[in-house]
């Protein structure tokens, strides 16, 4: 009897259900565990039921349903920092000028940017005291200074400060991004104001870090290039903080970056190793046992050499179930399999989901599952080589048309040189990682012949190389594709819709598909026709001022900027609104838009108006004026400040316009000023 029809996979979506509506939900955390308690007992009652009565009711099936969306609720709010007991927001109402002297650990190392290098802390003490909470941790650079290592202890005097939400339209939110991670606030320093206090490992993190550094220091005396030691460290060891710009872009450009990405697919070339190394011990006595006990471990150490990333944990947890099913000697099904990693590590990490890899590592390992094998049927391969070559083409196309809309979502543009390296690296990648790992394990040994590292360099130097002719063909790079959120969802119920469609050509299948198509022709009519809103934009730019006026989907901007088609918040926001065209033009002293009018003030501190009243006042290039008579004259609904002006002028015009009570709009505090119309 099928009490409940439902599988795991089912679970799992409910589960993945409840946690989106609790990114949504502020509160509701009582609420959330008492409907699960209660779902769950109506479901053991029901079950009791059906099992006495040999019937299935409706409603148990509903009860498990909301018990498992309950949870899903659940799970991410007790994972939310800000709700533990001793986190540092419960202890301390932060203000922003003032200094707390502050104990931390280095919990992860960040690729450094421009001007600072940037790492994870966990908060040890604020003052007197004791804390937890993760924060991002800024400090400027400093060549003579040595960079901090995990696990490191630290204290110094710093001022709390919040992460910033963008302050242009269609920017980036590295906010948002940063609280999906529990990081609310950020501190910036120098090196010269820390305090060491320890410098003792005691964290998985902390002792991986020792190991990969061991490993770094042991492949010194061999001469590998910098480049080829990024490429190890990425390959073998999950860490890309040392890449070069050039040499991540190359590989992103060429479909081919997640070579570089510790994920599903290193790990399942990893557990293929491990079961033919630790063959011979099915031949002892609880041989299996210790064979799978030895794999899994190797696995989740592998797993902690690589950072814990969200991509890593994932599959090395989807592996640790298919590597105890195949020495159990039981047939494992990958959907389930899929589906029981996945639902473990949200209910352990609910955050994972908002990851990008781990989306698109589920996303690649589905479609691959579902899609190769009916990409591989259309031809039967009668020689090895073309046996291999169709393999791994069919693979790749799977797994590409299961990224390909969230890729375009979120990258908006599509390699379409993916096949051709992908044809070549992939079947190279179980040898470069066996191969690597007896470079390390050797090296480490002091015994690696220098002849076989050099051989090794120049593998990795041929397939940077390679990727790097495959990237320049831009011709081939699809780039500034515009993708939102809607067409992602029709996306993929489309690609969902033609794989039933093609497995069973039944009547529900068949009117699923149909639906799906009119949705997107739908969506793309409506599309094609609907005027956007008129809207007028002053962006926030340092030390420049660039104005827009949005007609119709074609932007005009008036700028002082020399390389405008450069600038990134310009092509950001061309993509997003998907525009056509895009015209240039000096900046004037007045604008017009529908019945309000707009007076620009620049540095020579100018204006004269008689003959009508402007709305809007933008002062720009730091124009010496006296802004109350300015306002006495004028009388303006607001007064704007862009990125152009001095700090200290604006702090004086913010208190003028408080005096005032006329509003004012700085765009390094309030973002891009945009008014539709």
């Not at 009582?30 to 109506?42: F, G, Q, T, Y």
């Not at 993190?205 to 990425?234: C, H, M, Q, V």
Request: charged content about 15%.
């Amino acid at each position: 009897m099928k009490l409940l029809n439902f599988s795991i996979l089912k679970l799992t979506l409910f589960l993945i259900i409840g946690i989106l509506l609790g990114n949504y939900i502020s509160g509701f955390l009582v609420e959330s565990v008492l409907i699960s308690i209660a779902s769950l007992l109506v479901y053991g009652f029901g079950v009791y039921i059906a099992y006495r009565q040999l019937q299935q009711a409706f409603w148990v099936g509903i009860a498990l349903m909301i018990a498992m969306i309950s949870l899903g609720i659940v799970s991410l709010k007790l994972h939310e920092h800000y709700n533990f007991k001793n986190h540092y927001s419960k202890h301390h109402k932060l203000h922003k000028d003032s200094i707390y002297k502050i104990q931390f650990s280095i919990r992860e190392i960040l690729k450094s940017g421009n001007y600072r290098d940037k790492y994870v802390i966990n908060l040890l003490k604020v003052d007197t005291n004791k804390v937890s909470g993760k924060l991002l941790l800024n400090i400027t650079k400093d060549s003579l200074a040595l960079h901090l290592e995990i696990d490191d202890v630290y204290m110094s005097k710093m001022h709390f400060s919040t992460i910033k939400a963008p302050l242009n339209p269609s920017q980036f939110n590295y906010k948002n991004y940063a609280n999906k991670k529990h990081i609310y606030h950020q501190l910036f320093t120098t090196y010269k104001t820390l305090f060491k206090i320890d410098s003792v490992k005691h964290s998985p993190y902390g002792y991986a870090a020792l190991i990969r550094k061991k490993i770094n220091l042991s492949l010194e005396p061999y001469g590998f290039k910098t480049d080829e030691i990024a490429i190890i460290n990425a390959l073998l060891l999950g860490q890309r903080q040392d890449m070069s710009a050039e040499i991540h872009n190359n590989y992103v450009r060429a479909g081919a970056i997640h070579i570089l990405a510790v994920s599903g697919l290193h790990v399942g070339i990893l557990l293929m190793l491990l079961n033919y190394i630790f063959q011979p011990l099915e031949y002892f006595k609880y041989g299996k046992l210790i064979k799978t006990i030895l794999i899994v471990s190797m696995l989740w150490f592998f797993a902690v050499l690589a950072g814990l990333s969200a991509s890593v944990v994932r599959a090395a947890t989807m592996f640790t179930v298919v590597a105890i099913a195949i020495n159990l000697k039981r047939p494992t099904n990958v959907f389930n399999t899929l589906a029981i990693s996945m639902f473990v590590l949200l209910l352990c990490k609910p955050s994972f989901l908002f990851d990008v890899g781990f989306q698109l590592s589920y996303l690649a390992v589905f479609a691959i599952v579902t899609i190769q094998p009916m990409l591989f049927s259309l031809y039967r391969p009668r020689f090895k080589l073309d046996l291999l070559i169709w393999n791994v083409l069919t693979v790749t196309f799977a797994a590409q048309l299961g990224v390909l809309p969230i890729s375009l979502y979120y990258f908006h543009q599509f390699p379409g040189l993916f096949f051709l390296s992908n044809l070549v690296i992939i079947p190279f990648l179980g040898i470069l990682l066996g191969f690597g790992i007896f470079i390390i394990i050797f090296a480490l040994l002091n015994l690696l012949p220098q002849v076989i590292a050099s051989f090794f360099g120049k593998i990795i130097s041929a397939m940077n190389a390679f990727v790097d002719w495959i990237s320049h063909h831009e011709d081939f790079l699809f780039q500034n594709i515009s993708f939102n959120g809607f067409q992602l969802i029709l996306s993929y119920l489309f690609i969902v819709s033609s794989i039933c469609l093609i497995k069973s050509k039944a009547y529900k299948n068949i009117i699923s598909f149909l639906i799906v198509v009119l949705l997107f022709q739908g969506y793309l009519f409506i599309n094609s026709y609907q005027s956007s809103n008129n809207t007028f934009i002053i962006f926030h730019k340092s030390r420049h001022s660039i104005l827009g006026i949005l007609q119709n989907r074609q932007l005009k901007l008036y700028h002082n900027v020399s390389m405008i088609t450069n600038e990134k918040l310009i092509n950001n926001y061309k993509v997003d609104k998907n525009l056509e065209i895009i015209t240039l033009d000096t900046i004037r002293n007045v604008y017009t838009f529908k019945n309000k009018t707009l007076l620009v003030v620049d540095s020579l501190g100018i204006y004269k108006i008689k003959s009508f009243k402007a709305d809007f006042v933008l002062l720009h290039n730091s124009p010496r004026i006296n802004l109350a008579r300015l306002i006495d004259s004028i009388s303006p609904e607001l007064i704007i400040s862009d990125g152009s002006n001095f700090k200290s002028y604006q702090e004086r015009w913010a208190k003028t316009c408080s005096i005032k009570k006329t509003p004012f709009h700085q765009t390094s505090e309030k973002g891009a000023f945009i008014y539709k119309y």
